[in-house]
């Protein structure tokens, strides 16, 4: 299930340039740099007539997807979202975010070393991306964590990250009608590094131009996630708190 408890963003580095959700909003003729908290917001916690919670147990809460949960504007809104994340402990929560660098002053006086049912994503889409990101990450009080390098728009060393609990790696390409390249190659080397350090890795999409084997494919939007799929590279992690 998807959660956006507010909607609205800022670019801050190239990963952003072509944001998916720039291009929705443009469709209709939205503001995606303004920040708003969406109707949305409560539906952790609402309940049936029984007294039961409407989202049943279990479920994973792949969270504020259209926005960054750890943005300046949602500061106000963020300690209650906190405390429904809280409250349903029986569910399993993921936020991905270019923000880490926010990450200390935006948790709860609670947090400790973690929650357990909260994955938090980093998202390096380059090589000077991780390198100020990901030492961030790594020091950051978190039980879960994976890394996200979409779109991945070059060649990443993850020099010994990917080994310092991380659980898994998330490759793909960019999508949208300017979409940089994506290089067969660059992935390929993201799941060595997965292999090397016994990591789980993931290519969840080949993006719009896809380059494999010196030959350049420009991908329909419709393909390129079962294109990823077909080319079974994928690294299971038994142990992830989460289904994708």
């Known amino acids: 299930m998807i959660w956006n408890p507010w909607h609205g963003c800022h670019k801050i580095s190239e990963g952003c340039r072509n944001c998916y959700v720039y291009r929705m909003d443009a469709k209709y003729e939205k503001d995606s740099s303004s920040v708003k908290r969406n109707k949305c917001f409560y539906d952790l916690i609402k309940r049936k ?5 409407k989202i049943e147990k279990g479920e994973t ?3 504020c997807f259209t926005s960054d949960f750890l943005i300046e504007e949602a500061d106000e809104w963020r300690s209650e979202a906190w405390d429904m994340i809280r409250e349903r402990r029986d569910l399993h929560f993921i936020f991905i975010t270019k923000r880490i660098d926010r990450f200390i002053e935006c948790i709860p006086e609670d947090w400790n070393e973690g929650y357990d049912n909260v994955t938090v994503g980093c998202t390096c889409e380059n090589q000077e991306m991780a390198d100020y990101r990901l030492p961030i990450f790594k020091a950051s009080p978190i039980k879960h964590r994976i890394i996200i390098c979409e779109p991945l728009l070059g060649q990443i060393d993850l020099k010994g990250y990917s080994d310092n609990g991380i659980e898994m790696v998330i490759a793909g390409g960019e999508s949208g009608e300017n979409a940089r390249i994506c290089s ?3 992935v390929l080397n993201l799941r060595k590094q997965c292999l090397d350090s016994n990591t789980g890795f993931y290519f969840k999409q080949t993006g719009a131009r896809f380059i494999k084997d010196g030959k350049l494919y420009n991908i329909k939007r419709s393909l390129q996630h079962s294109q990823a799929k077909k080319a079974n590279i994928d690294i299971e992690n038994k142990n992830l ?3 994708f």
């Open 184 to 186: 067969y190659d660059w």
């Open 241 to 243: 708190p989460f289904d």
């Open 49 to 53: 007539r029984d007294g039961s919670y």
């Open 61 to 63: 809460i792949y969270t």
